[in-house]
């Protein structure tokens, strides 16, 4: 019997989530819903975020493809989505749901793909079944060694769903390769005889993935789509100017450095496999102005462009003063930056803000001048439409390509292989497209890693392979989107002004890579350079830009506040520039402790000693040269003598007359482990760890497991699970970086 219309199970429905924070899992999510489009499913594509657009009662199969960010958390844009999942109960509308998640992660972090692994538990509760086995892939060996199979897996895995589903027979079933139709087959065939032998239940999503591993490498590439790309200039008059489009200064294009590597091994391969489908072509660059402002040339430092969205308001703020606080010989330049803003601004110690800094104005240049655009056309008011184009280039209806290039694509990202196989299509040296192709395929490992080795950014590709002729609109769609940057504010609201400002301390990151490049990032350079490089000092007030830039607070999702409790000690661990966080946490208690100071001494507090209304205040902080970056030190040692810092222990790492076990804050950790457990222990004290999140946090949370296990007689899992414990009760709180 055919169901009626309105309860045929939409089986051959397929829906792609992504929840991603810098482009990867929204990119592969994509590349995941056009190869679906392509093997016959109706497929729909979405942020996780947009949840609300789904019927999920009447999903049959849903894909989900789920980064992980900060310290294990879910990315931005499916936060609502996980507000939502927490209030639902078991059964709720997902008891059809059949789905398949692949998760983005690193080992080199602890929570190693815990969105996907969160997301997995729950959406089983809710009733939702695996059809396909979870993968895990691993940005610290490459995604592309579990994206890979994982796909190619999904389709049989799919079609095993819609074929298997009786109530649908009638509907157009999927394209499959004929290799995967034989591992179908096969599954089916093994599923019947189960079922008769032993009345077994279907498949479960562990079979499916082992059987699926049988079809050959060279299948990945059997589908691929040549994009028509277009920058059509079909022009109709608008006198808008861009917020960056104003001219200043002048700035001469990079020219972008040659990359060499040795191709010689290209030679043993005459067969490539494994290469990855090129993405679709969706996007559309359409010019609507033909109004050229042909001099303007530098960026205003100015507000961001009105595409750019923020996840929280835009708060326009001036730079009250810059202060370098390492010396010239430091090993890194470290600035203090503080802005102002006219208005209240509402912020707790222990907020970070971000600023969607542009990329550097010569590589933007270089870059469109490497693809051909001319001076006159830079900033002419285009328009991108496409259905299925990426999420952060959809509001963009009115912009210059400058400010595209400028905001919107991040041309420093490296090289993805699915990028290069486009770049290879987009060649017209034969030798070049040879060594693209090489690249992008599973023989071309070892010379694709050697070249993302050394750093290029997109203009050193087009550089490296001067016949890449490739669609502005092309390159627009398919590189990765520009994010903004995070910094801890070091100040209290509670200061003098403390609401009209926000200071943050950084390293300044340009480096000479080893083969003698000289690479830069995206915003600290930028900021160095906007403040005028001021040497190492008195903080510098005057001669500064009087531009506003565009700041916005970050929403904290992980509460890394003080505990609103004071008689409650903290632990601080943040070495560098990871201190920054806790210069804003000591001054506000010593606020704190000033305002109780006054109120007992006029009398409206009770007359109780100061150190017993507020809790201790330890301080594990780390530098390489005690005389050279000790950040803040006048400060601390400041706030030692008022005794609002109550312990500070300095780890110093590249001093001779140091012992081996005092370089780093986590062998301090285990020297002071006895007073650590007792203040833990006696006195509920929080942990709070800010830095890098690779090797410091590993380090501080291994030494911290030591801790619990060596003084307060845990087991090393039960140690484990108890510092887990005191995370989700937000006891030990972690701000990370990468
Ligand atoms: C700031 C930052 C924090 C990260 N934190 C984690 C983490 O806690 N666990 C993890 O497995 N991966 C972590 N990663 C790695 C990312 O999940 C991985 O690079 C992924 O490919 C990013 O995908 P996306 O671009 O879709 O966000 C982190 C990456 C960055 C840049």
Avoid at 335 to 361: C, K, Q, R, T
Avoid at 387 to 402: F, K, N, R, Y
Avoid at 603 to 608: D, N, Y
């Amino acid at each position: 019997m055919v169901p009626e219309k309105d309860t045929i199970p939409q089986a051959d429905h397929l829906t792609v989530l992504f929840a991603s924070q810098t482009g990867n899992a929204e990119s592969i999510s994509r590349n995941i819903h056009e190869q679906a489009e392509e093997r016959g499913f109706k497929s729909a594509h979405f942020a996780l975020n947009d949840f609300a657009k789904i019927e999920w009662e009447k999903e049959e199969c849903l894909v989900f493809v789920v980064s992980t960010t900060g310290d294990g958390d879910p990315p931005d844009n499916s936060t609502k989505f996980w507000r939502h999942l927490r209030k639902l109960k078991g059964g709720a509308g997902l008891t059809k749901a059949k789905i398949a998640i692949l998760g983005l992660g690193d080992t080199n972090y602890d929570n190693f793909c815990q969105t996907a692994k969160r997301l997995d538990t729950r959406l089983q509760e809710l009733g939702a079944t695996p059809f396909y086995a979870r993968g895990l892939a691993d940005d610290a060996i490459g995604l592309e060694e579990t994206v890979d199979p994982w796909i190619k897996g999904l389709w049989p895995a799919l079609a095993h769903q819609v074929m298997c589903a009786p109530a649908i027979h009638d509907l157009p079933q999927p394209h499959l390769t004929p290799e995967e139709k034989k591992v179908v087959k096969a599954i089916i065939e093994k599923q019947d005889h189960d079922h008769k032998d032993h009345q077994s239940a279907p498949p479960s999503p562990q079979k499916l993935s082992a059987t699926v591993s049988v079809i050959k490498e060279s299948d990945a590439a059997d589908v691929l789509v040549k994009g028509v790309d277009s920058l059509s200039v079909s022009a109709t008059t608008g006198p808008t100017a861009s917020a960056g489009a104003t001219a200043k200064i002048s700035v001469t294009p990079a020219t972008g450095y040659k990359i060499n590597v040795d191709f010689s091994s290209m030679a043993n391969h005459s067969n490539l496999t494994a290469l990855p489908r090129v993405p679709n072509s969706n996007l559309k660059v359409t010019n609507i102005d033909s109004t050229a402002t042909p001099n303007a040339t530098a960026p205003e430092t100015g507000p961001i462009p009105s595409f750019i969205q923020t996840p929280s308001p835009v708060l326009l703020a001036k730079i009250n003063s810059v202060q370098c606080l390492t010396p010239g010989d430091a090993i890194k330049r470290t600035l203090l930056v503080e802005f102002g803003f006219e208005d209240d601004v509402h912020y707790a110690p222990g907020d970070s803000f971000g600023i969607w800094a542009p990329n550097d104005e010569a590589l933007v240049r270089g870059v469109l001048a490497e693809l051909g655009m001319k001076q006159e056309d830079l900033n002419k008011q285009v328009k991108l439409e496409g259905d299925g184009i990426p999420s952060h280039l959809q509001p963009v209806q009115s912009a210059t390509l400058l400010d595209i290039f400028r905001y919107s694509v991040d041309l420093n990202t490296l090289p993805k292989r699915a990028n290069v196989r486009l770049y290879a299509d987009h060649a017209t040296d034969l030798a070049e497209k040879q060594q693209l192709m090489f690249m992008a395929s599973k023989q071309g490992t070892d010379v694709f890693n050697a070249f993302r080795a050394q750093g290029p950014t997109f203009l050193d590709i087009l550089h490296t392979f001067p016949s890449v002729r490739i669609p502005v609109a092309r390159v627009i769609e398919t590189l990765p989107p520009l994010q903004p940057r995070y910094y801890s504010i070091t100040n209290s609201p509670m200061a003098r002004n403390g609401h009209r400002r926000w200071s943050c301390a950084f390293n300044v990151v340009t480096y000479e890579s080893p083969e003698g490049v000289h690479r830069r990032g995206v915003c600290t350079p930028w900021l160095d350079e906007l403040t005028g490089k001021v040497p190492f000092g008195k903080a510098v007030t005057n001669g500064l830009s009087m531009d506003r830039l565009a700041l916005f607070l970050k929403p904290n999702e992980t509460k890394f506040n003080l505990p609103a409790d004071t008689t409650k000690p903290v632990i601080m661990i943040g070495p560098g520039t990871g201190v920054a966080p806790f210069m804003g946490f000591l001054e506000h208690r010593w606020e704190q402790r000033k305002i109780k100071k006054r109120l007992v001494n006029i009398g409206t507090a009770p007359r109780q000693h100061l150190d017993e209304m507020f809790g201790e205040m330890w301080l594990f902080f780390g530098c390489r040269h005690r005389e050279k970056d000790w950040l803040f030190m006048d400060m601390m040692k400041e706030y030692m003598k008022e005794g609002v810092l109550t312990e500070l222990q300095l780890a110093i790492s590249r001093e001779e007359s140091v012992p081996n076990n005092s370089k780093y804050v986590q062998d301090l950790i285990k020297k002071e482990g006895k007073r650590v457990w007792d203040l833990l222990d006696k006195k509920g004290a929080m942990i709070y760890v800010c830095g890098d999140a690779k090797g410091m946090a590993k380090g501080v949370h291994d030494e911290l497991v030591n801790v619990l296990v060596e003084h307060g007689g845990y087991e090393q899992m039960a140690a484990m699970m108890e510092l887990n414990k005191w995370a989700q009760e937000k006891r030990y709180l972690r701000d990370l970086w990468a």
